[in-house]
T-cell receptor, first 112, second 114 residues
Framework: DGGITQSPKYLFRKEGQNVTLSCEQNLNHDAMYWYRQDPGQGLRLIYYSQIVNDFQKGDIAEGYSVSREKKESFPLTVTSAQKNPTAFYLC???????????FGPGTRLTVL | SQQGEEDPQALSIQEGENATMNCSYK?????LQWYRQNSGRGLVHLIL?????REKHSGRLRVTLDTSKKSSSLLITASRAADTASYFC??????????????FGQGTTLQVKP
């Protein structure tokens, strides 16, 4: 059963803590993306990676970090430098030949 | 940065009626895509239309693209309660190269009443 998974579904963070959101895909896609969605808003690009061991900043990268050590995995760390991290985070992947992005189910992060 | 705006922001119709959502964008595009999001879920790709296409159909979905007006519309015919969701347009611009980067609109929330 191919797809893209994110964990956890819900995450609670205390102020000052770093947290890592998991994103895994078994679609053999080269490119992966992280988006942030705020209530009633569209998606904003945080980071993206087109190939293993390479990634680029998106429009709102400040306070976030990523790694791409394996093709299947693209974890996102929300650092304490991100002042307003409460949001819905979506991971997506895309094959090199296609234009369509395939999304995971999302992680809802709440800062307590 | 938000590429486009969607109109209306919210739409409420009765089951069986047609629903039309509009998307406007600012810069030239390679393609425009429509995605659907059920509440609290990830996005699902619906349809892609390329800049040299004017209309595309998929089941009950019809998408039009007017590059001279920098706008697109999504028509859902004979709507069902299960169509209740948010719908987003997303554009890929020539400047993105092969990155696959998309810029999303703010979405239209559709409610279909049974």
């Amino acid at each position: 059963d191919g797809g893209i998974t994110q964990s956890p579904k819900y995450l609670f963070r205390k102020e000052g803590q770093n947290v890592t959101l998991s994103c895994e895909q078994n679609l053999n896609h080269d490119a992966m993306y992280w988006y942030r969605q705020d209530p009633g808003q569209g998606l904003r690009l945080i980071y993206y990676s087109q190939i293993v061991n390479d990634f680029q900043k998106g429009d709102i990268a400040e306070g976030y970090s990523v790694s791409r050590e394996k093709k299947e995995s693209f974890p996102l760390t929300v650092t304490s430098a991100q002042k307003n991290p409460t949001a819905f985070y979506l991971c997506a992947s895309r094959s090199g030949a296609g234009d369509t992005q395939y999304f995971g189910p999302g992680t809802r992060l709440t800062v307590l | 940065s938000q590429q486009g705006e969607e109109d209306p922001q919210a739409l409420s119709i009765q089951e069986g009626e047609n629903a039309t959502m509009n998307c406007s964008y600012k810069t030239s595009i390679n393609n425009l895509q429509w995605y659907r999001q059920n509440s609290g879920r990830g996005l699902v790709h619906l349809i892609l239309i390329r800049s040299n296409e004017r209309e595309k159909h998929s089941g009950r979905l019809r998408v039009t693209l007017d590059t001279s007006k920098k706008s697109s519309s999504l028509l859902i015919t004979a709507s069902r309660a299960a169509d209740t969701a948010s719908y987003f347009c997303a554009t890929a611009s020539p400047g993105s190269g092969n990155t696959g980067k998309l810029i999303f609109g703010q979405g239209t929330t559709l409610q279909v009443k049974p």
